[in-house]
């Protein structure tokens, strides 16, 4: 992956504390697994900052290869890939995903 | 047009202990699929490197062939408990 597409990622994912990469926006999801993750930040009441990969494809590429992590969605917290749709639907079943999204409060 | 033994063989390959392992078909059209995976390999592991194990294992086949796959990871003894 190329310096340049890193660094635009690296600036994405510092840019928010919880940043997710997704199929559509945070409003219309494009694809059920997108949608579930947002619907699960919604519940846990977590202000997030959504980026929409189909309209980008450098980004759709490069996040696979900057996280090694075929699929889309990816969540990150402050900066480090907490998950995709199945670990954060888990984390959230499990009741652990709170934890991770609000040490942003300490 | 991928086949599910396609996809349990490259699991099993590229895991080398797989004790149990269930792949369905979701759609019924070969690229939407979902996976659970019993392995002694993944102990240790956190559950983002167990699919990451996972991904690599299914390797090129991630890019294309593969539109979606939902994975249950577990290992023997955290399978064993939820079985129990």
Redesign the interface.
């Known amino acids: 992956m190329e310096d340049t597409l890193r660094d635009r990622i690296q600036g994405i994912i510092e840019g928010d504390d919880v940043v997710l990469f997704m199929k559509g926006n945070k409003h219309f999801p494009q694809c059920g697994?997108s949608a579930t993750v947002v619907e699960v930040l919604r519940r846990s009441g977590s202000e997030f900052q959504d980026v929409n990969v189909l309209e980008d494809p450098a980004i759709r590429q490069g996040i696979k290869e900057f996280s090694?992590?075929?699929?889309i969605p990816q969540l990150y917290v402050r900066g480090k890939?907490?998950?995709?749709?199945?670990?954060i639907r888990?984390m959230y079943e499990k009741g652990e995903l709170d934890a991770v999204l609000s040490a942003k409060e300490s | 047009m991928l086949e599910a033994e396609v996809l349990e063989e490259r699991i099993r390959d590229g895991l080398g202990e797989v004790s149990h392992l269930v792949i369905r078909d979701l759609t019924g059209t070969k690229d939407h699929w979902d996976a659970l995976v019993v392995s002694a390999a993944f102990a240790g592991k956190t559950p983002i490197e167990q699919h990451q194990m996972v991904y690599a294992a299914l390797g090129e086949l991630m890019a294309g062939p593969v539109h979606a796959l939902a994975l249950k990871t577990y290992t023997p003894e955290s399978w064993a408990k939820l079985e129990g």
């Open positions: 697994f090694n992590w075929p699929t890939f907490v998950g995709g749709c199945d670990i888990e």
